[in-house]
T-cell receptor, first 113, second 114 residues
Framework: AQSVAQPEDQVNVAEGNPLTVKCTYS??????LFWYVQYPNRGLQFLLK??????LVKGSYGFEAEFNKSQTSFHLKKPSALVSDSALYFC???????????FGAGTRLAVHP | GAGVSQSPSNKVTEKGKDVELRCDPI?????LYWYRQSLGQGLEFLIY????????KSGLPSDRFSAERTGGSVSTLTIQRTQQEDSAVYLC????????????FGQGTRLTVV
């Protein structure tokens, strides 16, 4: 079965520093991987996805993610964190057809001034 | 509407009572999804609608859970005889095509069973 793991419950970063939110996956076949963000009192928002092609995927709000097949990882990154990036981040993998995503448990990112 | 609307935003109910959660998708979106967000467990797929039919309801955790969609628009998720473990945030999403990765999510209904 497809699954993703987010090993960190929380990540703390100082504003202006680079950030990484980790995600590893376990899939049969080619992985279709996604990152979503959930801001307080707002719905879940799509950030970026990897389907095929370049291993470095660029997304919304300056975020990017690196697909690493040998390490089965899809870590989310940003060169310079903002306080407004503080939110809950979810990694996900497509399971079966297009209608179902399997989400990780989420990682809370806290960016301190 | 401008986005996916869910109501109520919060619901507190007594154990054993039935609850109905409503989702108004974005106008014109034929696909609709329900997910459950439990603390520390991420989002769990419940059911997917294409139009009024549900080709995939494999995620409904028990027969106490049911969902329907009428007129290809509004969907209602019903939980009968609620239990404390049903406490969670229930998220609805809709998309133009049957691709959940392109879906817009609502803010959710926080259900607390006491």
């Amino acid at each position: 079965a497809q699954s993703v793991a987010q090993p960190e419950d929380q990540v703390n970063v100082a504003e202006g520093n680079p950030l990484t939110v980790k995600c590893t996956y376990s899939v049969s076949g080619n992985p279709y991987l996604f990152w979503y963000v959930q801001y307080p009192n707002r719905g879940l928002q799509f950030l970026l996805k990897y389907i095929t092609g370049d291993n470095l995927v660029k997304g919304s709000y300056g975020f990017e993610a690196e697909f690493n097949k040998s390490q089965t990882s899809f870590h989310l990154k940003k060169p310079s964190a903002l306080v407004s990036d503080s939110a809950l981040y979810f990694c996900a993998v497509r399971d079966g057809g297009y209608n179902k995503l399997i989400f990780g448990a989420g990682t809370r990112l806290a960016v301190h001034p | 509407g401008a986005g996916v609307s869910q109501s109520p935003s919060n619901k507190v109910t007594e154990k054993g009572k039935d609850v109905e959660l409503r989702c108004d998708p974005i106008s014109g979106h034929t696909a609709l999804y329900w997910y459950r967000q439990s603390l520390g467990q991420g989002l769990e797929f419940l059911i997917y609608f294409q139009g009024n039919s549900a080709p995939d309801k494999s995620g409904l955790p028990s027969d106490r859970f049911s969902a329907e969609r009428t007129g290809g628009s509004v969907s209602t998720l019903t939980i009968q005889r609620t239990q404390q473990e049903d406490s969670a945030v229930y998220l609805c999403a809709s998309s133009i095509r049957d691709r959940v990765s392109e879906a817009f999510f609502g803010q959710g209904t926080r259900l607390t069973v006491v």
